[in-house]
T-cell receptor, first 112, second 110 residues
């Protein structure tokens, strides 16, 4: 069964450093999302991406964040200058269209 | 104000003891109510989508129902492997992002 994959599973970085989180969505899906979940809190939307552009973003997704689909398979989230409060699980999700979203296993980001 | 509220926050059941989890939503023009299961340190795993009041979906020991204001996830004769956090999420149109509740942490004791 096709699934969303994410790398790395765990990333440790120092405050102020740039990180790139990578996702491979399900191959025939057209809509892509990033969510995050701070430990013990609910899953929060960051950004959605369709047709090679951002379709919606939350207040969390400020100028420090960017997304890219560099080729036909990868979908990346970049944080330019990480802060302590960026420590969270980051989930990528995809859907074919207006249906259920399928989530990846997540990347645990730890900012020290 | 939260759009999606789940209760209880935590639920402890004996194996075989059936129960229900509640999800209340306030979004108008609901275009999907979703249930996911999340194991510790893992991503949400899709369980069900419900679109209209009166709709029901079943999978093994789980049954999800939807009314105009809330959804229930009924667990019949649970087993220890059903222990997880169950997340409810709503969507108000098309491919807009999901709005999640805080989840119900279910523990099933053998």
């Amino acid at each position: 069964e096709p699934e969303v994959t994410q790398t790395p599973s765990h990333q440790v970085t120092q405050m102020g450093q740039e990180v790139i989180l990578r996702c491979v969505p399900i191959s025939n899906h057209l809509y892509f999302y990033w969510y995050r979940q701070i430990l013990g809190q609910k899953v929060e939307f960051l950004v959605s991406f369709y047709n090679n552009e951002i379709s919606e973003k939350s207040e969390i997704f400020d100028d420090q964040f960017s997304v890219e689909r560099p080729d036909g398979s990868n979908f990346t989230l970049k944080i330019r200058s990480t802060k302590l409060e960026d420590s969270a699980m980051y989930f990528c999700a995809s859907t074919i269209s207006a249906h259920e979203q399928y989530f990846g296993p997540g990347t645990r980001l730890t900012v020290t | 104000e939260d759009q999606v509220t789940q209760s209880p926050e935590a639920l402890r059941l004996q194996e075989g003891e059936s129960s229900s989890l509640n999800c209340s939503y306030t979004v108008s023009g609901l275009r999907g109510l979703f249930w996911y299961r999340q194991d510790p340190g893992k991503g949400p795993e899709f369980l069900f989508t419900l679109y209209s009041a009166g709709e029901e979906k079943e999978k093994e020991r789980l049954k999800a129902t939807l009314t105009k204001k809330e959804s229930f996830l009924h667990i019949t004769a649970p087993k220890p492997e059903d222990s997880a956090t169950y997340l409810c999420a709503s969507r108000d149109s098309g491919n807009t992002p999901l709005v999640f509740g805080k989840g119900t942490r279910l523990s099933v004791i053998a």
